[in-house]
C-alpha cells in the first residue's frame, strides 16, 4: 500500500491526477496494489486490470485478485468534482472493500470562516457548487 498526498509519480511536484495520463503515470509509478492520493479533491477510484484501466463509478468495490487500485479519497473540504459534500473513503482490509462516502458539512460556517480569514472570495463561493 502507498498513501501520497499527490502523485504517485513525482511526489514532490504536486501532480494532479486527473486526466487519463496522470492516471497512467500514477499506475507506472507505484508497484503497490492500493494506491492512495489527494490533491484534487476529486473522489475516485481508478482500477488497473491488466493492461486495462477502468474508472469505478459506484461507491462499493469490492477488490479483485490480480487487480491494483489508484484511489482518491476526495476531501474533507473544497470539492472539485460539483458536489458540495465532504468525501471520505472506507478501506476494509478484512472485507477486501473500499467505500467513497459523502456527507453534509456546515458550508455556511466553513464560508464565513474564509471570508474572516481574509482569503479569496472564490474560495467561499465555490463551496457552495463542489467546483
Not at 28 to 35: E, H, I, Q, V
Not at 73 to 90: F, H, T
Amino acid at each position: 500500500m502507498l498513501l501520497v498526498h499527490a502523485s504517485p509519480h513525482e511526489p514532490a511536484a504536486w501532480h494532479y491526477v486527473i486526466a487519463v495520463g496522470d492516471v497512467l503515470r500514477g499506475f507506472k509509478a507505484s508497484a503497490a496494489r492500493l494506491t492512495f492520493v489527494g490533491h484534487s479533491h476529486q473522489p475516485a477510484i481508478l482500477v488497473a486490470r491488466g493492461e486495462e484501466y477502468l474508472q469505478f463509478n459506484g461507491n462499493r468495490l469490492t477488490l479483485e485478485p490480480g487487480c491494483r487500485y489508484l484511489v482518491n479519497v476526495g476531501s474533507a473540504g473544497q470539492p472539485r468534482d460539483r458536489n458540495p459534500k465532504a468525501s471520505y473513503l472506507i478501506y476494509d482490509s478484512d472485507a477486501g472493500t473500499l467505500s467513497l462516502e459523502r456527507v453534509p458539512y456546515d458550508v455556511a460556517t466553513a464560508q464565513r470562516k474564509i471570508r474572516e480569514a481574509g482569503l479569496p472570495e472564490a474560495l467561499a463561493a465555490r463551496l457552495e457548487s463542489g467546483t
